[in-house]
């Protein structure tokens, strides 16, 4: 029985994550074809760093996939 990478055609890639807060990546610019965030962007101190950050390492027309909550109302849970 195959995997499911061997039934689809599609090649299994897996790179190192990348910093710790997102707002200073060393891949080269346009290295990468797609970025994934999930359940980070409230825990990064300058989100709009990270994002542009994101969008300087991914190749132009690639994919930014992203997952969020809210900023929750408790201030108890800010950090």
């Given at each position: 029985m195959g995997s499911l990478h061997e039934a689809t055609g599609c090649?299994?890639?897996?790179d190192?994550?990348?910093g710790l807060d997102g707002q200073r990546?060393?891949?080269?610019?346009g290295?990468?074809?797609a970025a994934l965030s999930t359940f980070s962007l409230c825990t990064i101190p300058d989100p709009a760093r990270a994002l542009a950050e994101?969008?300087?390492v991914i190749a132009p027309g690639a994919a930014l996939h992203f997952l969020e909550?809210?900023?929750a109302p408790?201030?108890?849970?800010?950090?």
């Open positions: 090649q299994r890639h897996t190192p994550r990348s990546l060393t891949e080269p610019d290295s990468h074809d994101v969008r300087r909550h809210g900023l408790d201030a108890r849970v800010h950090t």
